[in-house]
């Protein structure tokens, strides 16, 4: 149980285009969901924090105009990167959590912005 | 401002040797910690973690220390396995619950355990 995953697993994209990644609770319902993003070689950086039906919380220095979260449902959110830039290459993690007492992470997606 | 910082990149250790994985935070607020392992292309799986009013959580062969005077905490992991390799991240939150809390994690460290 406590199955998280995100599609797409890797996405290649041209400059000034947006990229959808979704993120889905397979077999259990998330209050919260979460979205952070891996540089090579760094720490799981959080980009913001989502409730369901509620808008996200965007952590300091991340745009919130350029990173749309939409958390339409107790187990889709979608993390939006609008006009990607090379510079926003990078791994994109989600996490969810039920209302309990864990944080369940999605295998990730990789963006590559050429 | 790196606030939890794993200062070691990689540790090479081998089988049925004991892997000890360090982590150091800054921040006074944090009161839960909790250890990650990832594969390559994977999300991270939790480990195992330990609350601030502990100093020690064990499970398996899996033991957490902490030692808050030094802001320390360490991963022990007792007789390594082959199939323990991988990234190990260090995590930590200030919410005073557990895990639905923000994370701040370290940087990782590569663990390699050799046959």
């Known amino acids: 149980g406590a199955v998280v995953s995100q599609h797409p697993s890797r996405v290649i994209c041209k400059s000034g285009t947006s990229v959808k990644i979704e993120c889905r609770s397979l077999?259990?319902?998330?209050?919260?969901m979460f979205w952070y993003r891996q540089f090579p070689k760094q720490s799981l950086m959080l980009m913001a924090t989502s409730n369901e039906g509620s808008k996200a919380t965007y952590e300091q220095g991340v745009e919130k105009d350029k990173f749309l979260i939409n958390h339409a449902s107790l187990t889709l959110s979608t993390l939006t990167v609008t006009s990607a830039h090379p510079e926003d290459s990078s791994f994109y993690i989600c996490?969810?959590?039920?209302?309990?007492?864990?944080?369940?992470f999605g295998p990730g997606t990789r963006l590559t912005v050429l | 401002d790196q606030q939890v910082k794993q200062n070691s990149p990689s540790l090479s250790v081998q089988e049925g040797r004991i892997s000890i994985l360090n982590c150091d935070y800054t921040n006074s607020m944090f009161d839960y910690f909790l250890w990650y392992k990832k594969y390559p292309a994977e999300g991270p799986t939790f480990l195992i973690s330990i609350s601030s009013i502990k100093d020690k959580n064990e499970d398996g062969r899996f033991t957490v220390f902490l030692n808050k005077s030094a802001k320390h905490l360490s991963l022990h992991i007792v007789p390594s396995q082959p199939g323990d390799s991988a990234v190990y991240f260090c995590?930590?939150?200030?919410?005073?619950?557990?895990?639905?809390?923000?994370?701040?994690f370290g940087q990782g460290t590569t663990l390699q355990v050799k046959p």
């Open positions: 996490s969810a959590s039920p209302s309990g007492d864990e944080q369940f």
């Open positions: 077999d259990f319902q998330a209050t919260t």
């Open positions: 995590a930590a939150s200030a919410f005073g619950s557990s895990n639905t809390g923000k994370l701040i």
